[in-house]
């Protein structure tokens, strides 16, 4: 069984603060981590993702994300916030597999205040 | 970047009828999925389909759902009869060769 929690539901800092949301996950085996962000109204957008190789990883909109198996990690940061970055923040696992399913944390909804 | 695309963006009906949700993916991709999301909840797998054919689906995909693309036009989930339950926002993703899914902007499906 694979499983990711999101344990924060709202973040809220203010513009230029730094931001960090966590995740954490649960997998027997190497997984395929993603970062997705949901606008109000849209659908998600890919942020960035994790499959091997370098533990930092870095994506779309100025955001980075760290690997780390010591404790089934991969928290989402950017630095520093910006109040257009208010939206919901939903981290996912891949089993791997090319159908492999994405199973995701419930998002973190973050406000960043002007 | 890649689009997917999801008709009708609402859809109402009566408890019972019969629906289908229409998925257009990117173009030269392979795989696709239908998640749900009820309102201010995280997005739960339904399905996947490849090559015709589904190849995992969750205990949210009751024996009222189905999926289909017949002759490479849109992907589509049919649900007969619907419930109350089913209402919720229905997301159509696909997948290339890379490990990324690309996500359609949903149908909002109330069923009264």
């Known amino acids: 069984a694979q499983s990711v929690d999101q344990p924060d539901a709202h973040v809220t800092l203010s513009e230029g603060a730094s931001l960090e949301l966590r995740c954490s996950y649960s997998y027997s085996a190497a997984p395929y981590l993603f970062w997705y962000v949901q606008y109000p109204g849209q659908s998600l957008q890919f942020l960035l993702k994790?499959?091997?190789?370098?533990?930092v990883v870095k994506g779309t909109k100025g955001f980075e994300a760290e690997f780390r198996k010591s404790n089934s990690s991969f928290n989402l940061k950017k630095s520093p916030a910006h109040w257009s970055d208010s939206a919901k923040y939903f981290c996912a696992l891949e089993g791997g597999g090319s159908n492999a399913k994405l199973t995701f944390g419930k998002g973190t909804k973050l406000s960043v205040k002007s | 970047g890649p689009k997917v695309l999801q008709i009708p963006s609402h859809q109402i009906i009566d408890m019972g009828q019969m629906v289908t949700l229409n998925c257009d993916p990117v173009s030269n991709h392979l795989y696709f999925y239908w998640y749900k999301q009820i309102l201010g909840q995280q997005m739960e797998f339904l399905v996947n389909f490849y090559n015709g054919k589904v190849m995992e689906k969750s205990k949210l995909f009751k024996d009222q759902f189905s999926v289909e693309r017949p002759d490479g036009s849109y992907f589509t989930l049919k649900i007969q009869p619907t419930a109350l339950e089913d209402s919720a926002v229905y997301f159509c993703?696909?997948?290339?060769?890379?490990?990324?899914?690309?996500f359609g902007p949903g149908t909002r499906l109330t069923v009264l």
């Open positions: 994790y499959i091997t190789g370098d533990t």
């Open positions: 993703a696909s997948r290339g060769t890379v490990a990324e899914q690309f």
